[in-house]
């Protein structure tokens, strides 16, 4: 497929006229020659917001089975792209070959997952509470819920995952699973990658007979461009994927509308990992090579990076310190995503190494080409973390702060100080579990996933993933942004008070053609009604 640096707005292709960007190679930290990709302003968003409105009613009303199959298409023609869209992603991105192989995988698991939950039809929640006429003293009317998109969904794509989250990725993915018709704003670090999966959506679109505007791809500059898609009036719903500031500034945008609408940002998120006494003792160099192993992997540039250590001091924490550290020592300068990333990296690690109370336990190779990152690692005292809130700023990056611990209750102090995780890590054994229980209830608040004796970078995409948190992991602690419940993010529900039911949804219908588990009279069915 030629790449031509132009925009898919439903079924049209449009170049931007409002200015021009190239790609870039963080590799050969150069600009990527052709094509030259025409940026969009707010003519293009009106374009595709206005399709975008016009498809809503005629796409969420089609029969699920032919959604499903719309999805399913996606993932044809992203493998239709064979190794072209892989070639490119690398080098837009840096990221290793195997990686974005991997990652294409899961992003056409992804879509076809959504494929099995629409088919599934249980995420619309259909409830019945049958009519009692003759309850007294009031009779009860016939009330039915089941749930409704929110409306067309802006997508900003993550740098981090220019395939499984990007495009046609977790968010756009779980939107068009809930019915909503999705705009991606394309995210400046992978433009002809964006390109490539959104021809891709839009052939699979026009192949399954879908309404023109269920799918749009926008290219401009992030601020003009996504504030003015934010601000549009027919956006009921935005996913978004990378810095806090980034999110913070779409989540203000949108709380300042005439209509305020929800802003699902995953953004920052340190991902404490807590080396209980047992465990330490038991195989201090094994977590030792296990830490270094997550903390390196893909440069870092993981949201589930494991960015802090914390453990009891120890002769064992001794051990573990030396064998992380000659891990460290071994692991390689990797090439960033992009030069800001690195820029931002190398920032927040002066910042750390500069911290009173902050030592530099080791450095990785050093680095000898351009956006290339330096492993890290850094230990401090549970004192000084928690007199010093900048030390739990996300470094992007293979860096990590080993924080050293008086006892168990100065290890709940820190955990009780910590902001809002996506994830925390408990290594632990039989002796242990006491520790655990203390914190677990606090870990529980903190973040989105609690996971034992692993590390926290692989996050499977699945029916009970929690990919979110508190505050600033994320902008709103009640969703995930990975597995199947992201497509909660996109609905709502809607209760409808004795409609005939001719009227009614399909899925609430007496004679539930679909075969649905509902809630009759708050008992599971699968069997008709009446
Ligand atoms: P970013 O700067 O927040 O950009 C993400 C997307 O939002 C891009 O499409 C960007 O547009 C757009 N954008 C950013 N600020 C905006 C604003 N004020 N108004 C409208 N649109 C805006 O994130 P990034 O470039 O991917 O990475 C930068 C930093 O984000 C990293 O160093 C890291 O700290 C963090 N990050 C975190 C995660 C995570 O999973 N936690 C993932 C990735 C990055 P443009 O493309 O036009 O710039």
Redesign the pocket.
């Given at each position: 497929m030629q790449i031509t640096g132009d925009m898919v707005i439903g079924y049209r292709t449009v170049h931007g006229s409002t200015g021009s960007q190239r790609a870039f190679n963080p590799t050969l930290n150069a600009p990527i020659a052709e094509p030259e990709f025409g940026l969009g302003g707010k003519n293009e968003v009106e374009l595709a917001a206005s399709l975008a409105a016009a498809a809503f009613d005629p796409y969420r009303n089609l029969p699920l089975a032919q959604r499903a199959a719309f999805l399913e298409a996606i993932a044809e023609e992203i493998l239709q792209l064979g190794d072209a869209l892989i070639e490119r992603a690398h080098a837009e991105s840096g990221l290793p070959i195997a990686r974005l192989t991997g990652e294409r995988g899961r992003t056409v698991g992804q879509l076809h997952l959504f494929a099995q939950v629409v088919r599934d039809g249980h995420f619309l929640s259909a409830t019945i509470d049958t009519a009692q006429p003759d309850r007294q003293p009031l009779a009860r009317a016939d009330l039915r819920l089941a749930k409704i998109p929110l409306g067309p969904v802006a997508v900003?794509g993550?740098?981090?995952f220019p395939l499984a989250f990007s495009v046609a990725g977790g968010d756009t993915a779980s939107a068009l699973a809930a019915g909503a018709p999705v705009i991606v704003?394309a995210?400046?670090?992978h433009l002809g990658t964006s390109e490539m999966v959104a021809r891709a959506v839009q052939k699979a679109a026009q192949r399954q007979g879908m309404p023109e505007g269920v799918f749009s791809l926008l290219v401009g500059?992030?601020?003009e461009l996504?504030?003015a898609l934010v601000a549009h009036p027919e956006i009921k719903a935005v996913g978004?994927?990378?810095?806090r500031?980034?999110g913070l500034?779409?989540l203000r945008i949108a709380n300042n509308r005439a209509e305020p609408i929800p802003v699902y940002a995953?953004?920052?998120?340190i991902n404490p990992v807590f080396l209980l006494p047992q465990a330490l003792a038991a195989r201090p160099e094994a977590l030792a090579q296990g830490f270094a192993d997550s903390l390196a992997m893909g440069a870092g540039q993981f949201?589930t990076n494991p960015g802090l250590v914390l453990a009891i001091d120890s002769p064992a924490l001794t051990t573990f310190i030396s064998a992380a550290a000659t891990a460290i020592r071994a692991k390689g300068a990797q090439t960033m995503l992009?030069a800001?990333?690195h820029q931002?990296y190398e920032a927040g690690r002066a910042q750390v190494q500069a911290a009173a109370g902050v030592e530099q336990l080791a450095a990785g190779v050093t680095a000898d080409h351009a956006n290339a990152a330096q492993a890290a690692l850094y230990v401090t005292s549970a004192q000084t973390l928690l007199a010093n809130e900048a030390l739990q700023s996300?470094m992007?990056g293979p860096a990590s702060i080993v924080v050293k611990a008086s006892s168990v209750d100065e290890l709940l102090q820190v955990a009780q100080h910590l902001e809002g995780q996506l994830t925390a890590t408990l290594h632990l054994e039989q002796g242990d579990h006491d520790s655990a229980r203390a914190l677990l209830p606090v870990l529980e608040r903190k973040c989105g996933r609690i996971l034992v004796n692993g590390f926290p970078t692989g996050v499977e995409v699945s029916h009970a993933m929690v990919h979110g948190g508190p505050f600033p992991a994320t902008s709103n602690a009640m969703y995930t942004s990975v597995g199947a419940s992201a497509i909660d993010r996109f609905l709502r529900p809607v209760c409808y008070q004795d409609l005939p039911d001719a009227l009614r949804p399909e899925a609430l219908q007496n004679g539930n053609a679909l075969g649905l588990w509902r809630l009759v009279d708050g008992a599971p069915s699968q069997g008709a009604v009446g």
């Open positions: 900003f993550a740098s981090n704003k995210h400046s670090a500059a992030g601020r996504g504030e978004f994927t990378g810095s500031q980034g500034a779409l995953e953004m920052s998120s949201c992009t800001g990333i931002a996300e992007f």
